[in-house]
């Protein structure tokens, strides 16, 4: 009997669909066929894979109101947020696409010939997306892989399948081959692990937690399978004296409780010179407390519920009796998973909320002495996905950022995804990079080719 999933409406815990489950022979059988489409899209003109993707990025922007309200429904995501994840799988299929006929190889100069290497694609690519961002994160690995000459399957979080559904019947209605773009909604003990472990599969683009991706990487090097792993993150939000405090202060607070918290990028560890510690406090605490926590569906709210109840019960658990709160902002009562905004100061810096990823509304703020102190700070952790830096002096921005231990870091800014830009993480938020013009060359395998001159 096939196993169905219920997903949640995370405002209101109103059931919002119930969808059937993957079977692994179902999982089986969608590798079977996308190997068979991949064969025909990798033998298409370069032109034509491209107009292909154009084509279903025009369906994306088509129906880019309905894709946002299925995110708030299914994800809890606010209206303004949805909408530009509609508008970012749009975009970046237009920037995979333009990628197709870019995708060169090299002339080499050799001894008695002419060496030229290809780009192959790899075959069929499973894609394991997160609940977190489930359109966008979704399309990180889709559009490359597709435009480089790839299948593609797809397997969403439990809690959040129907925005990805939904983008494999526009696929379809953009007249890409069938079974070239599927979607495998399912568990991942069960359709999640059958996808990692079938043989057919040579590479898997996972985002999820930490703990997860060491057993996916772990699975994948059974069969010498190629991974890139996007996993957690514990991002410094670093400000020192000369900063300019006001704006480094009202844009502290969606830094960590952008997505109510639910972001391997958020800034959830604010770090302050210890000179202007408690004026940055002050100027902190009335913005956390002023953002508006409500129905995500309002055009005016700046963050929605927790995605569920077990999400909500970890937040909690990292956020002890014992530890002050300098800062908790409002959140509606009644139904739906929901977590007021808040901020722990004075805190100790080997407390777990100060060293652990919370994936919630919930940010520490930590004093520290000169740019080594914050170093020591920022880099006392296992990850290093993101981070940012606050200050006018050129000098220590380029210091800072040569020194803080993360992949993606902004100065005087929180900004750390970009589809033109690479993005990744040091130790444990993961291996390899996704995004920027390199995107598509991540999903093919080189191939070295000899001729021969010499008569």
Known sequence: MTEHHQVLNPATEEVVATVAA????GVDTAVAAAAKAQQGWAALAPADRARGLRRFAAEVDAHAEELAALEVREAGHTLGNARWEAGNVRDLLDYAAGG???LSGRQIPVAGGIDLTFHEP???VGVIAPWNFPMPIAAWGTAPALAAGNAVLLKPAETTPLTALRLAELALSAGLPEGLFQ?????????????V?????????????TAVGKRIME????????VTLELGGKSPNIVFADADLEKAAAAAPMAFLDNAGQDCCARTQILVQREVYERFLELLVPAVEAVRVGDPSDPATEMGPLISAVQRERVRSLVTDDLPVAARGSAPEGPGFWYPPTVLAPVGAAAPAATEEIFGPVAVVLPFEDEADALRLANATRYGLSGSIWTRDLGRAIRMSRGVAAGNLSVNSHSSVRYATP?????ESGLGRELGPDALAAFTETKNVFISTEE
């Open 197 to 209: 472990e079938h043989p057919d599969v040579r590479k898997i683009v996972f985002t999820g937690s």
């Open 122 to 124: 790899i075959g069929v």
């Open 219 to 226: 699975q994948c090097a059974r069969q010498v399978k190629r």
């Open 22 to 25: 993957t079977t692994p022979e």
């Open 183 to 195: 979607v495998l909604p399912g568990a991942g003990p069960v359709t999640g692990t059958r996808l």
């Open 423 to 427: 993005f990744g993480g040091f130790g």
């Open 100 to 102: 197709v006929e870019r």
